[in-house]
């Protein structure tokens, strides 16, 4: 299974939130987060699992 990542800006559009409300989530926990370089990454299924409740 190939794992794919989004970009914060990413998540904002998905989530319909502003990117700077993804930034505080990542940064308060809520929303597991990597940092790759000098950007932020999602994992996809990470990110699923939270909204499903799993």
């Known amino acids: 299974m190939k794992d ?21 989530m990542i940064k308060k926990g809520q929303i597991p987060a990597f940092k790759f370089g000098n950007s932020w990454r999602v994992d996809i299924a990470k990110l699923k699992k939270l909204f499903e409740g799993k």
Do not use: H, I
């Open 4 to 24: 794919e990542y989004l970009t914060p800006d990413e998540v904002a559009r998905k989530l319909k939130v502003n990117k700077m409300t993804v930034y505080r």
